[in-house]
């Protein structure tokens, strides 16, 4: 019992270090403009065995980190939809796929040649050096505003398909894996089989396990409740990837690709951000404290000059294969440094290729050092290259326009109110996110060929995860009375670009979003009941221009007192302006 009070605490006085310093050093980097990636890679040095020593057994906090990888992969997963995947493949599968292929080659030469190893370490070292950091450069772009020009589309595309490449690149080292010392695991060949075979259950599982298992969640309205299973989905792929003596980052990919086309993609995007977000950087704590900083000191030119050789490779590689898909030459050179450094998946790479015993442990710390350093140079690059890389004024306005990724419009709740708003945007051409916790009712629309996501769009963080950061309309057509004024500010404040337009169950729902930044509010019966009262005077022989004067005199009415009542709030202003008899000047006129 004692023993495990002193683990514990000795966990809790290792924390505050490890999160102090990375809060400082990521707030810092941050205020600089250097990114978050940095602050936890130095912070990460700092609290380690090789200077200050305040935090020790990197590897045991490594073994939780790596969930942070899994997370990552499997949100990368979750943003496979087809319809993206084909709006985009060119730059996916055409570019992407010369890019890795390319760099990986070119820079598998410089490491046989710079590092004198064998054709397979050196395989196994320069595969993972020709991905870039999917964790440093989508920050980068967003912070930028570039994440949806198209400059940022191709560069997701490339990272996207980096991510990828993942798969292919586990299994070949898989492929390459020498038997373990014990001479009882089983050859490389028959790992990549377990691989395929891995993923086609995974994928099976997926479809008629996961998606009836989210679904009754989702009849069920309990929010925890996806955030257990969407963190279960994810240990529970890459745990049968461990399990077989393959990635296990594979298995949380697959499990997000198995998720990626349903309605519940955006809750559980929105619910396992955080747990990414702190992990990932946890791992990159943890990545700083494992650097062999003796190793480095021992080798200072060897580390310094493979990572500019990686740079100027990555840089020169890019560049070329976007001037070959007619890319300007400035914006070329910009891709190319930006994409220049190592990223994440080579520390993972590296330690599968440290276990399969291709690589050796210092080789894994050594390369880890120069992914780090390159790493590290990035936003000075870009900041260093900033002029070089801007547009002349002449041809800026010639250059295209943002493109948005996904939907103009956001619409939060798919009932009888919101498929007529949702109808008319998509007849005029205005692309549409629908989102709705009604389970059945997305099964419905489905079945008409209408997609519809789970969640519940009054959470900044799923709208987030839909694309309200650029979307230029929220609308919220929800039933009842769910909508607030302090909801709408939040909105409002967290995604300023968009106009907010709110159907509001009555006149008292309309007094609550008073002062509230909206474009508009309707409320849901008043055309309908205007318009079957026009009906009732047509059915007994009300002439036209009669009817038109009742409906403008009832309108005006209601406008009059509606002004009153939210100026005062007072539901009562004005109720002198209710029509309860026969107005003079208007008979009745029945024919």
């Known amino acids: ?34 990114g978050a990636t940095l602050g936890y890679l130095v912070a990460g040095a700092l609290v380690g065995p090789q200077l200050l020593n305040l935090v020790g057994d990197a590897e045991d906090k490594m073994s939780i980190a790596e969930i942070g990888i899994m997370l990552l992969l499997f949100l990368v997963g979750l943003e ?46 320069g595969m993972p050096l020709a991905l870039s950091s999917t964790a440093q450069v989508l920050p980068l772009l967003q912070s930028q505003g570039r994440l949806r020009t198209p400059f940022g589309e191709r560069a997701f595309a490339i990272l996207l398909f980096q991510d990828l490449s993942i798969v292919p690149m586990i299994t070949i080292v898989t492929a390459l894996s020498r038997n373990p010392a014990d001479m009882n695991g089983p050859p490389g060949w028959l790992l990549g089989l377990y691989t395929v075979g891995a993923i086609v259950g995974l994928t099976l599982a997926g479809r ?6 989210f679904r009754l969640i989702g009849n069920l309205g309990e929010r925890e409740m996806f955030v257990f299973a969407g963190l279960f989905t994810v240990i529970a792929s890459a745990a049968v990837m461990e399990w077989l003596g393959v990635s296990a980052a594979l298995g949380a990919f697959v499990a997000g690709v198995m998720l990626a086309d349903t309605p519940y993609r955006h809750e559980i995007e929105a619910d396992v951000e955080p747990f990414r977000s702190i992990l990932l950087g946890l791992f990159f704590v943890t990545v700083g404290m494992q650097l062999n900083l003796h190793a480095i000191a021992d080798r200072p030119v060897f580390v310094v000059g493979m990572a500019l050789a990686l740079i100027v490779t990555k840089t020169v590689a890019i560049a070329l294969i976007s ?100 109808q008319m945007l998509i007849a005029q051409g205005i692309p549409v996110t629908l989102i709705d916790r009604d389970v059945e009712m997305i099964d419905v629309a ?141 008979e009745p006129d029945c024919g």
């Open 446 to 586: 489905g079945s008409f060929g209408a997609k519809v996501y789970f969640g519940d769009g009054t959470r900044l963080d799923l709208l987030r995860q839909a694309g309200a950061a650029d979307a230029e309309l929220i609308l919220f057509c929800l039933d009842d009375d769910q909508i607030s004024a302090e909801l709408v500010e939040a909105v409002h404040e967290a995604f300023p670009k968009a106009a907010i337009f709110v159907r509001a169950y009555d006149r008292r729902a309309l007094l609550k979003l008073r002062g509230a930044p909206i474009a508009g509010a309707v409320r849901e019966v008043l055309d309908s009941a205007v318009r079957m009262a026009r009906m009732a005077m047509e059915s007994v022989g009300v002439a036209e221009e009669e009817i038109d004067r009742t409906e403008n005199l009832y309108r005006a009415r209601d406008r009059e007192r509606l002004k009153a009542q939210i100026e005062t709030g007072d539901l009562r202003a004005r109720i002198d302006r209710i029509i309860t008899a026969p107005e003079r000047g208007i």
């Open 323 to 422: 001037l070959a898909f007619r890319t300007t030459w400035r914006q070329a050179i910009a891709l190319g440094l930006l994409l220049s450094q190592g990223g994440e998946f080579g520390f993972v790479l590296f330690a599968q290729a440290q276990q399969a015993f291709i690589i050796t442990p210092d080789a894994a710390s050594l390369f880890g050092a120069i992914v780090t350093l390159s790493m590290a140079t990035t936003p000075f690059l870009m900041m260093a290259t900033r002029n070089l890389r801007a547009e002349p004024e002449a041809d800026r306005g010639e250059r295209d326009g943002p493109t948005a990724d996904g939907a103009n419009a956001i619409i939060v709740g798919y009932g009888r109110f919101g498929q007529t708003v949702a």
């Open 1 to 34: 019992m004692s023993e495990v009070v002193a683990s514990g605490t000795s966990l809790l006085r290792e924390a505050v270090p490890m999160l102090g310093f990375a809060l400082v050093f990521v707030l810092l980097f941050r205020r600089l403009g250097l």
């Open 80 to 125: 496979l939809s087809p319809s993206r995947l084909w709006r985009m493949k060119q730059d996916i599968f055409g570019f992407g796929l010369i890019q890795v292929v390319l760099c990986g080659l070119a820079i598998t030469l410089v490491v046989w040649f710079g590092a004198s190893v064998s054709w397979a370490a050196a395989l196994a070292l």
């Open 208 to 213: 008629f396990l996961l998606r009836p298992l």
